[in-house]
């Protein structure tokens, strides 16, 4: 199995690999276009700040890449709003993969998310075999709006996506690596696709 982790500079990098090598795989870091579009699984992750991060994946043609990839792509965190229309962090422009626009949290809640938060309507082979209300680990100051590519829903004083879908593309808002033994069964399923 080839598993390519998308290298831009904006990482939570390590603690994928080793969440892999936990599931005795072998992920690869790497930027070079010919091994992101022949790999069997794709990881884009990102930890860091919007505008910044899209710079980056711009700078090295990513950006053009990753909408077109044919096999499953999963983003993660800062990787799947980077996968939205936009986001209102830095004011970016994002891939357009998923139909919605990642907003701020600004309804009275502490900014950043940070720690353990359920996901319920779990609509996806991504979640086989995964409890409503399991527990995920999230850090995030902005989130993706419910919209037709929702696959799971937190709550964090309003109801938001914490994982979407749309065609071969997934995204998580959460932090599967972080997410103990459903975050592992999380990435298993995403590997068994």
Avoid at 161 to 174: D, K, M, P
């Amino acid at each position: 199995m080839k598993i390519a982790i998308i290298d831009y500079g904006a990482g939570n990098i390590q603690s994928i690999k080793f969440a892999f090598a936990r599931l005795g795989l072998k992920a690869e870091l790497t930027s070079d276009v010919e091994t992101i579009k022949t790999a069997e699984k794709v990881i884009f992750p990102g930890v860091g700040e919007a505008s910044s991060a899209m710079h980056k994946l711009k700078q090295s043609g990513l950006d053009l890449i990753i909408p077109e990839l044919t096999q499953p792509v999963l983003g993660i965190c800062l990787g799947m709003q980077l996968m939205c229309e936009y986001t209102e962090e830095g004011d970016t422009k994002g891939l357009g993969i998923f139909h919605t626009k990642v907003k701020k949290f600004n309804h009275g809640v502490k900014v950043p998310q940070i720690g353990w938060n359920q996901i319920t309507e779990l609509k996806s082979e991504l979640y086989r075999d995964i409890p409503e209300k399991a527990y995920i680990y999230l850090v995030h100051s902005f989130y993706a709006p419910l919209c037709k590519d929702t696959i799971a829903v937190s709550d964090y004083g309003l109801s938001y996506s914490s994982a979407l879908q749309w065609r071969n593309f997934y995204g998580v808002q959460f932090h599967p690596e972080k997410s103990s033994t459903v975050g592992a069964k999380i990435l298993k399923n995403f590997i068994d696709l």
